[in-house]
């Protein structure tokens, strides 16, 4: 069965700071992976995805992220975070199927 | 124009009622999916529709009964509503379903049974 874990329930950087949000992943086939973002009482919105093409890939946003099989990880990174970036972010994982399963979630607080 | 519109965007309801949520997409998708996210934002896929057939149906209570009347539409109806229930409901559709797919996400419907 597949399987995302976020590390970091809540993640709190200054303005202009690195974001580095962590995504570790379980599946018995090669997966595909996400990233979505979720602002305040909306829906999600896709940053970035994985789907076996270039292992670094870039996203909306100035976001980006790299998958390491080896570490079994997809980490997202921002070089510097803006104030707008304070949201809800999740890692999710999918398949060849219809089903995305997503992780906890990761709540980005941007200081000034 | 909205791509994925739910109707309620709130709903306050008392237990033992039921109630209906809609979900409409205007992208041309086939598939289209019901995801329940808790209080604690944990978001868990219920549903999903392809072509108007079923084909996630998660350990979902029976109480929850999904129809998709056409590609565009996916409804959710729910019976008898628990205390449980409460929750944010997301629609979200997708172009084939398969695993490398997108999926959009309508705005949501909070749903607060009382």
């Known amino acids: 069965a597949q399987s995302v874990t976020q590390l970091g329930s809540h993640v709190s950087v200054s303005e202009g700071a690195l974001v580095l949000l962590r995504c570790n992943y379980s599946?018995?086939?090669?997966?595909?992976l996400f990233w979505y973002v979720q602002y305040p009482n909306q829906g999600l919105q896709l940053l970035l995805k994985y789907t076996s093409a270039a292992t670094l890939v870039k996203g909306i946003n100035g976001f980006e992220a790299e998958f390491k099989k080896s570490e079994t990880s997809f980490h997202l990174t921002k070089p510097s975070a803006h104030m707008s970036d304070a949201a809800e972010y999740f890692c999710?994982?999918?398949?060849?199927?219809?089903?995305?399963?997503f992780g906890s979630g990761t709540r980005l607080l941007v200081r000034p | 124009d909205t791509a994925v519109s739910q109707t309620p965007k709130y709903l306050v309801t008392q237990m033992g009622n039921d109630k209906s949520i809609k979900c409409e997409q205007n992208?041309?998708?086939?598939?289209m999916y019901w995801y329940k996210q808790d209080s604690k934002k944990f978001l868990k896929i219920m549903f999903s529709y392809n072509n108007k057939e079923l084909i996630i149906n998660e350990t979902v209570p029976n109480r929850f009964s999904p129809k998709s009347p056409d590609k565009a539409h996916l409804n959710l109806h729910i019976n008898s509503l628990e205390l449980g229930d409460s929750a944010v409901y997301f629609c979200?559709?997708?172009?084939?379903?398969?695993?490398?797919?997108?999926?959009?996400f309508g705005p949501g419907t909070r749903l607060t049974v009382l």
């Open positions: 992208l041309g998708h086939d598939t």
């Open positions: 599946s018995s086939v090669p997966p595909y």
């Open positions: 999710a994982v999918s398949d060849s199927s219809y089903k995305l399963i």
């Open positions: 979200a559709s997708s172009q084939t379903g398969t695993g490398t797919d997108t999926q959009y």
